[in-house]
């Protein structure tokens, strides 16, 4: 039983690492881009509409591949873009136009009735959806964005750690105490 409390507490441990390893990876890295987190090459947007669902849910992440080059796309791929007001939006193309060698996109949300209004520029996109979606990860990714959220996510992992020191600290005195009785036990044998 002690054995596989121990592989227990040894994965616990490594989770917990690779866990804070991985958020200040993120954090560092969006802060030195000024921008969204990117992993691996791909920045990972909150969806906060249903106006992609079923393509993907409200409160998901989903990966973009970011581009320099916004008039590659084709009818049915998913476009990241920026609206006038820097409004950040994910739809779907459902046509092409090339004016004056200016490529423009038409887009429409897979869950709304009608095209968007406007049409997207090619420099107002931004990459395109990857096909990676992580369901309502987003609602969390949201909220540690807040500053109560992410003061949360600083006190809440080092609770966790204080804690496991704590039990660690406790059964190594306890392991010692427990030498010292069997020597004091062979002592007056």
């Given amino acids: 039983m002690k054995f ?7 994965v616990i441990s490594f989770v917990l690492f690779a866990l804070m390893v991985f958020l200040a990876f993120v954090v560092i890295s969006s802060k030195a881009s000024g921008g969204d987190p990117t992993v691996m090459g791909y920045q ?31 009818k049915g791929d998913v ?3 920026k609206e006038k007001d820097n409004k950040i939006i994910t739809h779907r193309i459902i046509g092409v136009k090339d004016t004056n060698g200016k490529v423009m996109y038409e887009t429409k949300g897979d869950n709304n009735n009608g095209p968007d209004l406007a049409p997207v520029l090619a420099e107002n996109v931004i990459g395109k959806y990857a096909d990676i979606t992580v369901p309502y990860l987003g609602y969390g990714l949201n909220y540690a964005s807040s500053k109560a959220g992410a003061a949360l996510l600083l006190i809440i992992p080092g609770v966790f750690l ?24 062979e002592q007056s044998v």
Avoid: C, H, Q
């Avoid at 596989?4 to 040894?10: G, L, Q």
């Avoid at 947007?45 to 970011?66: C, D, H, R």
């Avoid at 190594?172 to 030498?179: H, L």
């Fill in 4 to 10: 596989v409390w121990k592989i227990i507490s040894n």
């Fill in 44 to 74: 990972f947007k909150s969806v906060l509409s249903g106006s992609m669902e079923p393509t993907f849910l409200t409160g998901s992440i989903i990966a973009i591949e970011p581009t320099k080059d916004g008039s590659k796309y084709k």
């Fill in 79 to 81: 476009i990241t873009f």
């Fill in 162 to 185: 204080l804690g496991y020191s704590a039990i660690s600290i406790f059964g190594a005195i306890r392991s010692i105490d427990g030498e010292k009785k069997d020597k004091k036990v």
